[in-house]
Each structure stands twice: as structure tokens, then as C-alpha cells.
């Protein structure tokens, strides 16, 4: 099979396409899928550039998000047939640890990403658990298909299970023009809540106000506390969605209402981040961590998609020999919605 591999770490010059052995079957309840898109996410850039504290098999492939026709299932697979559409869940967990019986997926210590712990999605055959498959809704794309789960099923379990966003409060998202900032957008709103984004093109902010934004502030030409402070009257809003990191951390808390939530899923500008306890305490803020979701979240997003909720918008397709260009994309942030590999020729 054609696979987009890294060879070595050190970034998008290290990659190749390369032709590898086609996975096979090795548990009773594995699948094999014959990929038909794989979606780009930020997750892979990182792990191209090298990942301190992962240990890479080369040649790696890469790639979390994807979707496919199941080509042959092991004997205890149930409910899934050959020639079924599927899309992946890419976070695969032990299924026996504490965490796993209780559900929580994400906190096994065995935790892993396709693409970054296991072979990923940049290729035309993967093997993967039957419960990391969901069928994909009538109508959806490939595309959108492959770039549903990463971004939704992350958003969703930062809003939704760890900051209980409720109807009617306000959410500030940090860089709009970011997959997991785009979901969090379309949760928010389909939770009730009210949204305030920011991102440095404008391009990207009156996109957002289309998909139900209620004020877009550009973080390059304004103050966003003090937007923020003027838009709500001094009171600030219910939670914040950062994953920015060191940039934003101090001006996210100074955004927080009393009983405020901030949650974060990365640091793309730097882990390193002060927090006045006092402030913490007095306020009852709430700082909460979040990555990836479990396997009740994954079945919740579904149950939205297959009724036409929450599906990404794809900003670009391009063909496996194309899969650099498409990172080079992605990397410049220039991007609206996802960019997505074709794996069907
Ligand atoms: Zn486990």
C-alpha cells in the first residue's frame, strides 16, 4: 500500500511516500479499513517536528483522522459489515485499566492517537479496533467525514463534559480559525450558549459570525480583556476555550466571570504559564484540563452527525503526493475548515 511515512524527525522534509506492507488482522475485534481521506490536524505537525517523550518506530506514519470502507473484520466483530463507510475514533485505550471499566477513556495510562502512538491514517490500509469505527452519516462526505472526529470529540469533551456548558452562558474561544475552535464553536452554539471568538484575520471572524458568533475581536489590532470587559458589562464570561498556552493564559483568566471555567487542550505557544492563586480562590475559578474524548463521547457526536449536526467545513482536498502541500497549508494557518488527503487513487 502507499503510505505518506516520516523517516526521521525534524519536520515536513523528513516525509516520503513510501510503499509498505498492507496491515493485517491480529485481534478477534480488529478491522481492517481501506481509507478513503485522512484529515490534517496540528497534532500531526507536532509530531513530525519531533514529540519529546515519544518513541518512533521508523518509518512512522502519521495522521489521526480518517475514513474509509471496512474491508474485512476479525471474527468478533458484530455490526459492522465489508463495504461499510466508517470513520475513526483515533484515541485507542487499553479497555481493561480502572479508567477504561469506568469509561474514561482518555485517562488510560495506556492511552494512545492514531498517527502519534499507533500507525496513523496517512495511508491506504489500517487496522484498528471495531469500537474505534462509527458508520458515517447518509450525505457526508468523505472529506468531512475524515476531518469530523479529532477536533469535534475534543471540543466536545472540553465543553461539554468538563466545563458543563449550559444554555443561555457566554463562551470566549481563542483562534477561530483553528479545527478544535471551529467545533467548539458549533457545540457552543448547539448547547445554547452565546460565543465570542477572536483570531488575527478578519476574514476568519466574519466567517465566524456566519456560523453563529455573536462578536469577533481580532487579537492582533485589539485589547481582548478589555473587548471583553466592554461587551459584558465588567462581568466577563462563564468559560474559556485555550489552547494557545503562555500567549493568552493571564489574559484568558482576566476574562473569567466570578465561578468562571477556563479549560485547555494544548499550549501551541508555550507550556509555562503563572495563575495568582488568589485570584483563583476569591473568583472560584475553575482550570480545567481536557484531551481527546471517551468512547460515550465519540457515540455522542455520532448520534449529532447522523442528524446533520456539527459536521466541519473542508477548506481543501489534495491528492496523497500532495499531502506536504497540504501540511505547509495547515501550518501557515491560512486555512478555513479542514484540509483533508484523498486516498482513493
Ligand atoms: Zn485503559
Redesign the pocket.
Known sequence: MKALTLTAIGGLDQLRIQDLPRPTLSNPDDVLVRLHAAALNRLDLWVIGGLPGLRYTFPHIPGADGAGVVEATGPAVQGLAVGERVLLNPGR?????E??LAGE?PL????GVLGEHHPGTLAQYLVVPARNLARVPERMSWAAAAGFTLATLTAWRMLITRARLAPGELVLIWGIGGGVSQAALRIARHAGARVVVTSGAEAKLAHARELGAEHGINHSTSDVVAVVKALTGRRGVDVVVDSVGERTWEQSLRCLARGGRLVTCGATTGPMVTTDVRKLFWYQWSLLGSTMGSDAEFRAIMRLAAAGELWPEVDTVVPLDQAVAGFRRLEAGVQLGKVVVDLSG
Not at 93 to 97: A, N, V
Not at 108 to 111: A, H, L, M, S, Y
Open positions: 485505550s487499553c479497555g481493561h485499566c479508567w477504561c477513556q488510560c495510562p495506556g492511552f
